[in-house]
């Protein structure tokens, strides 16, 4: 019988190994049965009457469609702000600026979007569509913002220097060199916002309304219902969506590592 290392640096991985069996593999096998065995036998009941209902497939247009606009909604406010701080000469003032912009997650998701619910009302701002994806602007800004700060702080100087001496001016340089290498840093924070956007149930409960119906409140709902079978055919179509999405930002960040920043 083989002796267990105890000094193996592997050991270090069984609690996350452990951890993972927990919290993902069992969670994941329990989605399985319920889908297809929910009634003792194995059936695709409640798969195909997720897939030939019209509405089902309405509600993940629509909740595709708000995630994808917030998340690049996010992308185009988070850019500009990470790269603008990360071009702060005081690293004090970066933390600063940073810590006034993270600050407000350490409060409750929950309690954040009830509050800009009752704002919106005290500004005549009628619930719906925009409402929502302006909370999710706000509410998942955060994510996208650190990642590409962080991405853009790396960047060696050097790299910005060589360009310069070949005469690039500031904007081709960025183009050039800050936009690919930055890129990484734009694939996670697209996963980190587009990821919890698309499977939201709380906010759009509060910040939508009936046109504004997405795939995370129809989860909610069948869970509500006790609608076990149902609502295990919904998780597994939402982490099919998130693992698609996965699959894309990797294949977009694998093209941009091959493509290396420089003059052309």
Do not use: H
Not at 66 to 74: E, W
Not at 93 to 120: C, E, F, S
Not at 155 to 181: C, H, N, Q, R, W
């Amino acid at each position: 019988m083989k002796k267990i290392n105890f000094n193996s640096r592997s050991l270090f991985a069984l609690p996350y190994l452990i951890y993972m069996t927990i919290f993902v593999v069992v969670p994941l096998f329990m989605l399985l049965y319920f889908a297809f065995f929910g009634d003792g036998t194995f059936s695709f009941t409640e798969v195909s009457a997720f897939f030939t209902d019209s509405s089902q497939w309405a509600t993940v247009a629509r909740s595709l469609r708000i995630a994808l606009t917030a998340s690049l909604a996010c992308i185009l406010i988070g850019y500009p702000l990470a790269y603008t701080i990360a071009r702060i000469k005081s690293k004090t003032m970066q933390y600063m600026v940073l810590m006034a912009l993270v600050a407000p997650m350490w409060i409750n998701g929950l309690l954040r979007t009830i509050a800009l619910k009752d704002l919106a009302t005290l500004m005549n701002i009628p619930t719906g569509e925009t409402l929502l994806t302006l909370g999710l602007i706000i509410d998942y800004l955060p994510f996208m913002l650190m990642p590409i700060y962080l991405v853009i702080t790396g960047i060696s100087k050097s790299y910005l220097e060589v360009s310069a001496d070949l005469g690039a001016s500031p904007f081709i340089t960025f183009l050039k060199v800050t936009l690919p290498l930055s890129m990484s840093g734009i694939i996670s924070g697209f996963l980190m916002v587009f990821t919890p956007a698309v499977s939201t149930y709380y906010m759009s409960e509060y910040l939508g309304n009936q046109s504004t119906f997405m795939i995370g409140e129809q989860l909610n709902t069948m869970f509500t219902k006790d609608n076990k079978s149902g609502a295990a055919v919904i998780a597994l179509i939402l982490l099919v969506l998130v693992g698609v999405s996965v699959f894309v930002a990797n294949q977009i960040s694998r093209i941009g590592n091959n493509k290396k920043g420089g003059i052309a």
